[in-house]
Every structure is written in C-alpha cells, then in structure tokens.
C-alpha cells in the first residue's frame, strides 16, 4: 500500500543482440525504457552515437489495415456477442507463430477487395436511385428525352414552382406566340414538369413568359427515349447491382471466419509497435546502443538476469532530485480499487504518498451514506459479484467492480441504520395486505435531518484533521519538523481553542493557537513587517476551513434526496391498491434512482477527496509506470514455463 520504490538503469549492449533483448524484456514486462539524451549529463557520454532506425511507420500502417479490417467484419458479418465475456487465451508459442502473419493478411486483403467492390456497388446503387427519382416527373410524358430544337422549333424540358397556375402560365405563353405549345409531364409537392415547343421566330416573347413564371429548364443528357423506357432500364440496372450487393455482402459474411486470426495479428502487431517505439528511446552505433529506464527496485533481480545472458553492461541508481520518477501504485485487493478514483485526479508525485488506503475508508463511507440503502448496497454487491465470477477483469472495470463490492457493503450497512430497504418497500407492500410492519432503526434521516447534518460535519472534520496529519508526516519524513509544528500543529491548536470554547471552557487555548499563527505563518517573508502580516492574514484562512466542513452537508443533502425519490417511488406504486401495478412501477422507479443515485455519490464523493482532502496534502504530477510488456486487446496470452 505505497508508491513503488525505482531504481533507474542505464547501460550499453550489442547491436546484434538488440531485437532478441528487447523481446525478452518484453515478456518480463518490468522495464520502462525511456528517452535518451534529454539529460544535459547524457550528451557526452552519448558522444558519437544516432537514433535507432526502425519500422514503427511500416507497422503502424500494417495496424490500421488489420484495425479496418475488424471494423469491416463488425459491420458486416456482425457475430453477437455477451456483454462480459473472457477473452480467448493463447499460448506464447501460437501467439508468435511464423504462418500467422501471412494468413491474417490474406485474409485483411480479400476484406479490403470485398468492401472497396462493396462501395463501388453502393455508389453505383445511389446513382441509379438518384436517377430514378429524377425521372419520375417525366414517367406520363411520352416523348423522347432526346427530343431537340430543330432549325424552327424550339424544344425546352423543365419546371416551373408547383404554386404556379398552370392554366394561366399556358394562357400567357398563347399571348405571347400563336405558334406555342405547353405539354404538362407530371408534378410533385415543389415543381411541376413541363415541355414547351414554340417557333423560334418567337423565341424571346416566350422567354419573358418563362422567366416571370420562374421556369426552369432540365437538361436529359445521355438519355434517350421516354422516360419511362428509360426508367424501366435503370430499374432493372439497379436490380443487378443489388444482386452483386448481395453477393459481396455473403462474401463478406464468410470472411468473418477469419475474425480470430485478424484479431490475433492486431495483438501481434501491437507488440512490434511497442517495440519498435521502444527503439526510437535508443542511441545506437553499428556495433552497440545505449538505453535507460526504470525499474521496480523488487524486480531488479529479473531483469539483471536478463541482461547478464546478453553482452551488456549497466549501473543501477536511485533517483535523483531532479528525475521525473514514473509511478507504480502497490496494493492489495481492499484499496486498489480506489486507484479508478486517483487516476481520475493525477497519480501522486514520487516524494508524495499512496492516497488509496488513506481514501478507502472516507470514500466508501461516504459513498454508502449518500446511497443509504440495504437494498440498493445488496444490489450493487450481486451485480459486481457475477461480474468478477464471469469475466477475467482488468484495469479500470477491475477497478471499478470492486469499488462497486466496497460501496455496496457500506450502503447496506449504513442502510440497516437507518431502516432503508428500498425506501419504505417492506411498509409499504404490508400495507397493501392491511397490515403494517416496520423495519427497526436507530436514525432516521427524514425525522431527524439535522442529526445527519451534523454527523456529516463531524466525519468530514476528521477527515480534513487526517488530512493535515497526513502533510504533517510528510513534513517530518523530509527532515522539516519545525514545517509540520507550525503549519499543521499551530491550526491544531487554534481548533482545539475554539473546541474548548464551544463547550463552555477558556478561551486561552484559543488565544495560544491564534498567536502560534499569528507568529509562525509569515515566517518566509524577508523583514519583519512582512512577516507580521504574513501571520495576520494567515488568520483568514480559518475561513477556509469552515467551508470546506461545510461541504460535507451534501452527504446529508444526497442522502435525503435518494431516501425521498425512494419513498415517492413507493407512495405512487401504492396508489391503485394492486401488488401487481406496484411492482411494475416499483423496478422502474428504483433502476431509475438506483442510476441517478449511482452518478450522483459517485461524483460527489470524488469531489469531497479531490477538494477538501487531497487539497490538505497531496502532491500530484506522477506520470504512470509504463514499462515494455505484451499488453493485447482481444486475447490473453499464457506464458509456457520452461
């Protein structure tokens, strides 16, 4: 339950050596390697030699075609799949089979000709929809399409807006020519189709009559004959495309039989990038390469052993003041799922502490007195349980199922407190029976608010005083008591006066606690002015502390609020007097309190350590241990003992 300690190594190793040795460290999977020669000291040592080569571009570009690949699969030849469910294991020696990579890639290529042959078709399909819309204004028009003006006769296609008054339009184009002719094709809910043939003696009077009806005119190039021969013959078109689509979607489907060597290779190919990300850390000549990283000082051993089967050599250090020290966390299985909780915020700084066991009994806790509830804390607790027996989790869902285990036994402990089985659940369904029965408790949040109130105040100021007790420690450990005294112990003694003095003591203690301030908390300012100030304005801070108290009275506000919405869920599935109309009302409404509930503790019990505890100590800025290891998507790999 602490920061892991790291030793930092540096050292020298063959050329020759350098792929096999990568890989077996690697495997190992406990060395961060890390930039070089972004230290000023590294330049001479690193005299002479270049930045490694390597295939990462190549690689990547591999990745992204195997990762498309998936896609296409997915959308295509879609296999469901449960919600949780354990990855397929493979033994080291398949994972890194020589065929694997040339079938994958087989089948990555034929899913690219499938799906490229696929859009083609559906482009193709898109043009004949378009063009059959296109010609639906025309279908009862039986004239060619290719009908054109001759050395007399003008020939306009077009349209005119479908509010026009078609019967004026062709009484004004009579007006205008005696030699005019106006043929309505068809129309729809924006336009009407229209032809319009005139002698072109009159060419302009029929213009200005066009032109003031808004008409405007359609050009049919490439097609010849009617529009409905023309219709007929892109419809059968469009009903051969839709065969070929059909056929590379079948064709697709039995690609699909390839999903698990693609899914493979992706991991494969994962491996390489890391690798190859790995290479660019180096510097490297024709014969050697220099590298550098960190290690966790309880795995030094394996990874010496490493190294000494190579033709290497190396020095193990431990950080110095300036090193920007990755960060492991190392806990056990009651506080690491709070670690969801902290890298939310920012892993802690390498000087500073391990905020998961000093956070697990204040968050859950919290947690369990905002959701306050026997039956929501069973809920959550049989949820994270089938999940963790069904599933191999990791990372944050491992995380996050067991914070979800913790949470639920605190709501159900502090649901039992207060009488809390689904609101009011138990009193209610008696009462539907004519009887009455309820559930025994020693508090009860509606009846008595202002007990929970000050409850919640009290445990916030024991958290805050954990807090200040916490930066004391750290004070002490870096050598700087007189620090932890005066800025902790001097806040100490301010709270213990005006403790005194809210039962009814001296207020001497008070006083003292004041002066220690007062005398203490403008020390760093250079005169003595400055350091007067320094003290009496550091009295202003007290102002800082009652507002940070005061924000644990939303554990009473959310508390109420989920014991409310509970107990109305109840009230309205009473109403009508039937268990079956209230248990229909009672899943909906508790999944939807249990939901809203959820989000709200959550991120309001997040906000009490973030604010009001970490602001009394911690120091963030880590940046996470990342060292070179298999790290898959799709498939767990079991390594073979030798």
């Given at each position: ?21 990568l ?38 570009d ?38 694997l ?115 405007n ?17 892109i419809?059968?078109e ?21 999903r ?31 590298f ?7 795995r ?75 039956g929501y ?13 069904k ?20 709501s ?28 025994p ?10 007990l ?82 320094g ?100 498939v ?7």
């Amino acid at each position: 339950m602490a920061i892991a300690k790291m030793k930092k190594i540096k050292g020298f190793a063959m050329q020759a050596d350098r792929d096999t040795l990568l890989r077996e460290l690697q495997l190992l999977g406990c060395l961060e390697v890390s930039e070089m020669g972004d230290a000023p000291e590294e330049k001479e040592w690193l005299e002479g030699l270049e930045g490694s080569e390597t295939k990462l571009s190549e690689y990547r570009d591999r990745l992204q075609s195997v990762s498309s690949a998936i896609k296409a699969l997915d959308k295509y030849a879609y296999v469901k799949s449960a919600m949780f469910k354990n990855r397929s294991e493979i033994k080291l020696s398949s994972f890194f089979d020589e065929q694997l990579p040339e079938k994958a890639m087989n089948y990555v290529s034929e899913i690219e000709a499938a799906e490229r042959e696929l859009l083609r078709l559906y482009a193709q399909e898109d043009k004949k929809k378009a063009a059959l819309a296109f010609l639906e204004l025309w279908l009862d028009l039986d004239v060619p399409l290719d009908y054109t003006d001759t050395n007399y006769a003008g020939v306009y296609f077009g349209t005119i807006p479908a509010g026009s008054n078609f019967d004026v339009f062709h009484e004004e184009l009579k007006e205008a020519s005696d030699r005019v002719q106006a043929i309505v094709a068809g129309s729809d809910r924006e336009q009407t189709g229209v032809l319009v043939v005139f002698h072109k003696e009159h060419i302009e009077q029929v213009n200005s009559v066009l032109r003031k009806f808004g008409f405007n005119r359609v050009a049919f190039k490439d097609y010849t004959g009617t529009a409905r021969e023309n219709h007929d013959r892109i419809s059968s078109e469009l009903a051969s495309i839709r065969e070929e689509i059909n056929k590379s979607l079948e064709r697709l489907k039995e690609l699909g039989e390839g999903r698990e060597a693609i899914k493979l290779y992706y991991d494969r190919i994962s491996q390489l990038i890391a690798i190859e990300e790995t290479k660019e850390k180096l510097i490297e000549t024709d014969k050697v390469f220099a590298f550098k990283g960190w290690i966790p000082a309880d795995r030094v051993s394996a990874v010496e052993k490493v190294l000494d089967k190579f033709c290497s050599a190396y020095e193990l250090t431990d950080p110095g003041k300036d090193d920007n020290v990755p960060i492991k966390l190392v806990n056990n299985p009651l506080t690491a799922p709070l670690t969801m909780v902290t890298e939310m915020y920012s892993l802690p700084s390498y000087d500073g502490v391990d905020p998961n066991p000093l956070m697990m009994p204040f968050f859950t806790i919290f947690f369990g007195i905002m959701f306050n509830d026997v039956g929501y804390g069973l809920v959550l607790i049989l949820l994270s349980l089938i999940v963790r027996a069904k599933v191999k989790l990791r990372g944050t869902v491992k995380y996050m199922m067991g914070l979800m285990t913790l949470c639920g036994i605190t709501s159900a402990m502090v649901g039992l407190l207060t009488g809390s089985f689904f609101g009011d659940a138990i009193p209610t369904i008696a009462g539907l029976y004519g009887k009455q029965i309820s559930l025994p408790y020693l508090f009860s949040p509606m009846e008595d608010p202002l007990l929970v109130l000050i409850g919640a105040l009290i445990i916030g100021f024991i958290q805050i005083i954990v807090g200040m007790a916490i930066n004391a420690y750290m004070l002490i450990r870096d050598g700087k008591f007189l620090d932890a005294l005066f800025d902790v112990g001097s806040w100490w003694l301010l709270f213990a006066g005006i403790g005194v003095l809210a039962m009814g003591g001296t207020y001497w203690v008070a006083l003292a606690g004041v002066a220690a301030l007062v005398l203490t908390q403008g020390r760093s300012k250079p005169t003595l002015i400055g350091k007067i100030i320094g003290g009496i304005a550091s009295l202003y801070d007290i102002t800082g502390y009652f507002g940070d108290i005061l924000s644990y009275s939303r554990l009473m506000a959310l508390m109420l609020a989920g014991g409310v919405i509970a107990t109305v869920v109840n009230m309205l599935g009473s109403l009508p007097g039937s268990i079956i109309f209230y248990l229909i009302i009672f899943l909906i409404g508790h999944v939807f309190n249990m939901g809203l509930n959820i989000v709200g503790t959550y991120v309001h019990a997040s906000r009490l350590q973030y604010l009001e505890f970490f602001g009394k100590f911690y120091r963030d800025g880590g940046k996470p241990f990342t060292p070179l290891s298999l790290k898959t998507k799709y498939v767990d790999i079991i390594k073979e003992e030798n």
